[in-house]
């Protein structure tokens, strides 16, 4: 059985070599899945362990804090949504497991509180940090499409090397 997953993951490294990045999009949202957050970042990681390529993940909102003290996430608010609760307690599961890991060149990418499919492309967004930020406007919005172009500005910057970042509309 150790040979085995040996081999798969030394597949799963060749098939990944020559990329600079890959980005993790995973999804799931049923109670059987949500634990494959933790399983296929895992697997993610030991595939790109030691590699000089980066790892960039499409985190959640409700893993990022409320607080400067780091002591309160999102989904841990009253106000946070209750159907969205399992779903932010799993990605934020990884992130942590993913923080032990120092031979991974990762960054998580956490969204606005509201992730707006059909939101306006502007172009513009404020790179922030762990906390939940609010824009000039005191919203905590992004579309997909601004968010994407921030997934990209990493990719090509690097900047936040095992680090979480957050983006809102300007």
Not at 105 to 131: H, M, N
Not at 137 to 163: F, L, R, W
Request: hydrophobic letters at 40%; one cysteine or more.
């Amino acid at each position: 059985m150790m040979m085995r997953n040996s081999q798969r993951c030394n597949k799963q490294a060749n098939d990944l070599k020559g990329f600079d990045v890959v980005v993790d999009a995973f999804g799931a949202w049923t109670p059987e899945t949500l634990p494959m957050h933790s399983k296929s970042l895992k697997v993610l990681c030991d595939a790109m362990s030691g590699s000089n390529a980066r790892l960039l993940i499409v985190g959640g909102a409700g893993s990022l804090y409320v607080n400067p003290e780091h002591t309160m996430q999102l989904f841990q608010t009253p106000e946070f949504p209750e159907m969205f609760k399992p779903l932010a307690m799993a990605q934020s599961k990884a992130l942590d497991e993913l923080r032990k890991r120092n031979d991974v060149k990762w960054t998580f990418v956490s969204p606005a509180g509201d992730f707006q499919a059909d939101g306006a492309r502007t172009g513009k967004y404020i790179l922030a940090g762990e906390e939940l930020t609010l824009n000039a406007k005191g919203e905590s919005i992004i579309s997909y499409a601004d968010y994407a172009i921030a997934m990209v500005d990493e990719a090509t910057k690097g900047n936040h090397i095992q680090e979480r970042i957050s983006v809102v509309r300007e």
